[in-house]
């Protein structure tokens, strides 16, 4: 089964762009990436998905390279609501979920 | 608001009890997913269900048990409880289930104390 990793905190300031990678070494060919955000007291809110290479929406943009074993979240110009947990999803194909344990990003003023 | 509904909100109650934890998903969604959100384990994924069946499991404990009805609202059932069990349940939903990966709206969750 894959088993996702990724930093436990992150700071930034505003006005920057935040990266967060994370580690999926056991990807299987048809597990899927998805990175989802999470307010303290709500459910987490999903923010993209990929399967390779890269996807961009309106919030943020999925960096995956050919060997899909690492993803990386990319989030433009953030603000001091965007601070929040930032989980990393991998799975799907194999009727498995694999959850990171979540990056904590704080965004400073 | 995400259109999955919870309840109870909060479910306070003693070790060795049994419980039922509810979730009505959004309206058109077919897939019911249950997780256990604890501090020292993050999201764990449970067990999932499609249209009534079920689609695929997690670490669902033994004591842990799961249905979804026809009308597809889905109940979560603890039984036994530890201390240990105490933690935030989320139930979400979407359109398909696995191994099709989708979009998962979240409830706001039942948070669940153990004494």
């Known amino acids: 089964l894959a088993k996702t990793t990724q930093p436990i905190s992150m700071d930034s300031y505003e006005g920057q762009e935040v990266n967060i990678t994370c580690s999926h070494n056991?990807?299987?060919?048809?597990?899927?990436i998805t990175w989802y955000q999470q307010f303290p007291s709500q459910g987490p809110r999903f923010i993209i998905q990929g399967y390779k290479t890269k996807v961009t929406n309106e919030v943020a943009s999925l960096f995956i390279p050919a060997d899909r074993k690492s993803s990386t979240l990319s989030l433009p110009r953030v603000s001091l609501s965007d601070t929040a947990v930032y989980y990393c999803?991998?799975?799907?194909?194999?009727?498995?979920?694999?959850w990171g344990a979540g990056t904590k990003l704080i965004i400073k003023p | 608001d995400s259109g999955v509904t919870q309840t109870p909100k909060h479910l306070i109650t003693a070790t060795g009890q049994r419980v039922t934890l509810r979730c009505s998903p959004r309206s058109g969604d077919l897939s019911v997913y249950w997780y256990q959100q604890s501090l020292d384990q993050g999201l764990q994924f449970l067990i999932q269900?499609?249209?009534?069946?079920?689609?695929a499991k997690g670490n669902i404990l033994e004591r842990f048990s799961a249905q979804q009805f026809p009308d597809l609202h889905s109940e979560l059932n603890l039984s036994s409880l530890e201390l240990g069990d105490s933690a935030l349940y989320f139930c979400?939903?979407?359109?398909?289930?696995?191994?099709?990966?989708?979009?998962?709206?979240f409830g706001p969750g039942t948070r669940l104390t153990v004494l």
């Open positions: 056991n990807i299987a060919t048809n597990d899927y």
């Open positions: 979400a939903s979407s359109r398909w289930g696995l191994p099709e990966v989708n979009e998962q709206f």
């Open positions: 999803l991998v799975g799907g194909g194999n009727y498995q979920l694999i």
């Open positions: 269900y499609y249209n009534g069946e079920e689609r």
